[in-house]
């Protein structure tokens, strides 16, 4: 299907070509007023706009990390704001051959009919705002799709939704003169695997560009900002040269050769994480007809955020530390980055006091550690399992209230304090059987533990016992955490669904009531014209 060449084309081609340099990546300053408060009170720093506008100020002066951007993504409010001197943000970029964007969309709503998926919205008087901001100076604009992975997620609702969405942002972007940057992003919370997060990744950037091409959108002048294809949050790593393999290999499939740049998001990695898997991506020898680089918010500004600390006297440094970043991945973008630049708070030192210390036996303490991982994740597994056994039940309920439900008789309630009572049981069980879990992961470790202990060098004996068990007391709160949040979920949820089924009862029952009535006045009259009937015959 041919794309729809209006005035713009040639214009729109150059720059989506331009952001695309390799080499140069884009930095995704387009936080909310809500998100970047966030970022600001982790440091202790007020959300008012002049500190919002300190902040920019400092990355976009940052004269020596700009060569290594191509774009930046502003939110409205900064895309109107000026430098301490009074010179607009834009021009300062213009100056510094830093295109200007801007986010353009009105952020994510509840997808009716879905389990909790959602569909982004803004699309009303888009046209209107894309032409302002090309008169204020925006030349690329970024719409965020936002789509998760479940047991049945992401449904075909979400994606055909999501798609049309993006579709349409798209051309009506281009027809204002602005690159629209496409931005599907599958969250990676979950526990699924790095190849559930490849097949959904392919499907749904499948969608994606069906949906482009649909509406005549011109490829040559658009840019794709996906996710990295990697395990769920709950899921164990996995190496960098893994995910690169997997993330172009879903690009090969789906992405046609037209577009000129592939634009990652860092999905909550961390900066060097994120950078490492560029890098890994670039490495790759398989033919890539785009360039792949970066568009970075928080993988670029974490450690220069925390630098600032919203001090003045701390500008520079923090400029320095922005710097480090930019060359890593612009280096990552070339696939000639061999790690090594954290800059500082980049990526957290996982060094402890005395790791380096002599051990008597090295291969105990791994076993005591794995032995460890193991019995935690078998934890979190049976409360998964345990979890999904709940769900299960919810859904037999759901199905038995279905069929008991007209018969009004067995719905009252005189059982009701039976079955609290067999509840609270039955919870009363489940709360022994926990304790005793959480004993017998305790008795297990420390029995590991002692026989480690007592292979090792005795002067170490002390300081590993300690830090172990520490350890362990600490991933056994927070599986508590974890359980007891869950419980607590299921509770209001059997509660909420036994509420909404009672009211639905009631409406029938009402229902059922009224039209014993209709149908008892209508027989009524019938029987008293029959009888005026009688009566005169």
């Known amino acids: 299907m041919s794309a729809f060449v209006g005035k713009y084309a040639d214009e729109l081609i150059k720059t989506a070509k331009y ?24 440091i202790n720093v007020e959300n008012i706009e002049s500190n919002r506008q300190a902040l920019r100020e400092l990355l976009f002066t940052s004269s020596k990390a700009l060569p290594y951007l191509s774009g930046v993504i502003l939110f409205e409010e900064t895309l109107y704001q000026k430098t301490s001197d009074g010179k607009p943000f834009v021009d300062l970029l213009n100056e510094n051959n830093v295109i200007p964007g801007i986010k353009v969309d009105k952020g994510v709503v509840e997808l009716a009919g879905t389990n909790g998926e ?13 032409q302002q901001y090309y008169k204020a100076g925006a030349r690329f604009a ?40 496409v931005e599907p992003e599958i969250l990676t919370d979950g526990a699924h695997d790095i190849k559930k997060c490849a097949a959904a990744t392919e499907t ?21 900002k996906p996710n990295m294809v990697t395990p769920g949050s709950d899921s164990p790593k996995v190496a960098p040269e893994v995910i690169a393999e997997y993330t172009v290999t879903a690009l090969r499939r789906t992405v046609p050769p037209a577009v000129p740049g592939i634009v990652f998001l860092s999905g909550g990695q961390s900066e060097e994480e994120a950078t490492l898997n560029l ?25 220069t955020l925390k630098t600032w600390a919203g001090k003045k006297e701390n500008v520079e440094k923090a400029q320095e530390v922005f710097l480090v970043r930019g060359k890593a991945n612009s280096e990552a973008t070339l696939g000639k980055y061999g790690g090594g630049g954290a800059g500082g708070l980049a990526s957290e030192s996982l060094y402890e006091k005395g ?51 007209d018969d009004h008789v067995k719905s009252s309630s005189p059982n009701e304090g039976e079955n609290a009572a067999d509840e609270d049981q039955g919870n009363n069980k489940a709360t022994s059987r926990e304790e005793g879990e959480d004993s017998i992961m305790k008795s297990t470790l420390l029995e590991i533990l002692k026989k480690a202990t007592n292979a090792c060098n005795a002067e170490n004996i002390s300081y590993w016992h300690e830090i172990l068990v ?68």
């Open 355 to 405: 790791y380096n210390t002599k051990f008597g036996s090295y291969g105990l303490l791994l076993l005591v550690l794995s032995n460890f991982l193991y019995y935690k994740s078998a934890m979190v597994g049976k409360a998964k399992t345990a979890k999904l056994k709940r769900d299960r039940s919810l859904r037999n309920s759901d199905s038995r209230t279905d069929i008991e439900e």
């Open 19 to 42: 952001i695309a340099t390799p080499g140069k990546g884009i930095l995704a300053a387009d936080e909310s007023t809500g998100t970047i408060g966030k970022r600001l009170s982790s």
């Open 204 to 224: 749904v950037l499948a969608a994606v560009y069906k949906a482009l091409n649909d509406q005549h959108v011109l490829l040559e002048g658009t840019l794709l």
């Open 118 to 130: 959602t569909t982004t919205q803004g699309l009303d008087s888009l046209g209107a705002r894309c």
């Open 470 to 537: 520490k350890k362990m007391e600490d991933e056994l709160k927070e599986y508590r955490a974890v359980r007891d949040e869950e419980l607590r979920k299921a509770k209001e949820t059997c509660e909420e669904e036994f509420k909404n089924k009672l009211k639905i009862m009631e409406e029938k029952l009402e229902a059922k009531f009224d039209e014993d009535r209709r149908n008892w006045e209508k027989e009524r009259r019938i029987l008293k014209e029959k009888y005026e009937m009688m009566r005169w015959t």
């Open 279 to 303: 890098d890994a991506m670039n490495k790759l020898k398989v033919l890539k007809p785009w360039t792949l680089s970066f568009s970075f918010g928080r993988a670029l500004q974490k450690s």
């Open 142 to 181: 970024k719409w965020r799709a936002v789509l998760k992975i479940g047991l049945t997620e992401p449904s075909e609702l979400s994606i055909q939704q999501n798609a049309q969405g993006l579709a349409r942002y798209a051309i009506i972007c281009q027809e204002n003169g602005l690159v629209p940057i």
